[in-house]
């Protein structure tokens, strides 16, 4: 079936440094990538999607691109805050339209 | 604009006890669903509908049933509580346009049995 795999985190960075958390994915036909965040005690939220090859989604400074070629989805960001602490999901859904995460990374900004 | 909206937000059970959780949806999506979140394990789908009264199963269904007699319910039972049920509970909703394809997630359901 379908899978997601994100980089193990958690991650942790200091303020203004660079981002990039890995998700790669597996599927059989050609699916619609997602980025999710999930802050402190709240629900998702979507902060990013690509929809076919070679798209790219941008939100809030962060940015990746759907690489077909890869089946990548990388989510990076030039410089961090310490407000963008939280868990990013990557996030597929196949045209069959089930959605499938990935583990979630777990990114921790220190000022 | 209410989004998706789960009801309860927190609930303690008993093992062995039964409950539903409600997952209402204004936004007239054609499918739904159930997820349980973990420490360290993500997101997991129980159970997704793709249309009023059809319902499939996810990754881990048992222990759970789900229905889904109007469009913008789907409703989640437990019928009989186990502590591994212990789990946040998010439902999501999203269209069946492709080109709307991102899922709207509730603020979630925090179970614990006991």
């Known amino acids: 079936g379908d899978s997601v795999t994100q980089m193990e985190g958690p991650v942790t960075l200091s303020e203004e440094a660079f981002l990039t958390i890995n998700c790669t994915y597996t599927a059989t036909g050609y699916p619609s990538l997602f980025w999710y965040v999930q802050y402190p005690g709240e629900g998702l939220q979507l902060l990013l999607k690509a929809t076919k090859a070679d798209d790219k989604g941008s939100n809030k400074g962060f940015e990746a691109t759907y690489r077909k070629e890869t089946t990548s989805f990388h989510l990076e960001k030039g410089s961090v805050q310490v407000s963008d602490s939280a868990v990013y999901f990557c996030a597929l859904r196949e045209y069959g339209n089930k959605l499938v995460f990935g583990a979630g990374t777990i990114l921790r900004v220190k000022s | 604009n209410a989004g998706v909206t789960q009801t309860p937000k927190f609930r303690v059970l008993k093992t062995g006890q039964s409950m539903t959780l409600l997952c209402a949806q204004d936004m007239n999506h054609e499918y739904m669903y159930w997820y349980r979140q973990d420490p360290g394990m993500g997101l997991r789908l129980i159970h997704y509908s793709v249309g009023e009264g059809t319902t499939a199963k996810g990754e881990v269904p048992d222990g759970y049933n789900v229905s889904r007699l109007k469009k913008q319910n789907f409703l989640l039972g437990l019928e009989s509580a186990a502590p591994s049920q212990t789990s946040v509970y998010f439902c999501?909703?999203?269209?069946?346009?492709?080109?709307?394809?991102?899922?709207?997630f509730g603020q979630g359901t925090r179970l614990t049995v006991v």
């Open positions: 999501a909703s999203s269209s069946r346009d492709r080109g709307l394809a991102e899922a709207f």
